[in-house]
Antibody, heavy 114, light 112 residues
Framework: EEQLVESGGGLVQPGGSLRLSCAAS????????MNWVRQPPGKGLEWVST????????LYADSVKGRFTISRDNAKNSLFLQMNTLRAEDTAVYYC???????WGQGTLVTVSS | DVVLTQSPLSLPVTLGQPASISCRSS???????????LNWFQQRPGQSPRRLIY???NRDSGVPDRFSGSGSGTDFTLSISRLEAEDVGVYYC?????????FGQGTKVEIK
């Protein structure tokens, strides 16, 4: 069964850091572009970042550029999001998503608050 | 950035009746490769989003055939032929033609 499982969310103070992980299984992770998409509580969806299959192309939303870093380890079927200098407005459920959204994880909640 | 405007934002529908959601784009969504990367997602209460339709009108595997997508250029529609109770949730359009990807605001479908 194709599956994405996020982890690493939690409560962090403003200015702090957090690293999210997404474990993929049931499909050939190596050949797909991967994405992070977030959803603030009670609000809509916002694309955050994309990384191509070979990591050659990486894109970020302006709202996170310079603060977040996406990466992947194809040998371990894993996707990551390093989040630094976190702000209150980064509070959201963070989803990893395959390709153009054909598969999503269950999400991990990041709360930025003092 | 491309702005996607959905309407209506709230859609009460009687069970068994049809429903229709509009998604209008501020820019043409026809890519230079000739394809149109407009997807529709369903998010049931408490669940992750699930893609229903990709590239305007292609149903994902396992999606009931009561769901259909249509449109071109800047105007797109998601139609549900006969609403069932399991269809309650929020529906989003998303464009993948232009970076950054953007989503519509969401349309909440509920039982009347």
């Amino acid at each position: 069964e194709e599956q994405l499982v996020e982890s690493g969310g939690g409560l962090v103070q403003p200015g702090g850091s957090l690293r999210l992980s997404c474990a993929a299984s049931g499909f050939n992770f190596n050949i797909y572009n991967m994405n992070w998409v977030r959803q603030p509580p009670g609000k809509g969806l916002e694309w955050v970042s994309t990384i191509t299959s070979s990591s050659k192309i990486i894109l970020y939303a302006d709202s996170v550029k310079g603060r977040f870093t996406i990466s992947r380890d194809n040998a371990k079927n894993s996707l990551f999001l390093q989040m630094n200098t976190l702000r209150a407005e980064d509070t959201a459920v963070y989803y990893c998503a395959l390709g153009s959204g054909g598969l999503w994880g269950q999400g991990t909640l990041v709360t930025v608050s003092s | 950035d491309v702005v996607l405007t959905q309407s209506p934002l709230s859609l009460p529908v009687t069970l068994g009746q049809p429903a229709s959601i509009s998604c209008r784009s501020s820019h043409s969504l026809v890519h230079s490769d000739g394809k149109t990367y407009l997807n529709w997602f369903q998010q049931r209460p408490g669940q992750s989003p699930r893609r229903l339709i990709y590239k305007v009108s292609n149903r994902d595997s396992g999606v009931p055939d009561r769901f259909s997508g249509s449109g071109s250029g800047t105007d797109f529609t998601l139609s549900i032929s006969r609403l069932e109770a399991e269809d309650v949730g929020v529906y989003y359009c998303m464009q993948g033609t232009h970076w950054p990807w953007t989503f519509g605001q969401g349309t909440k479908v509920e039982i009347k």
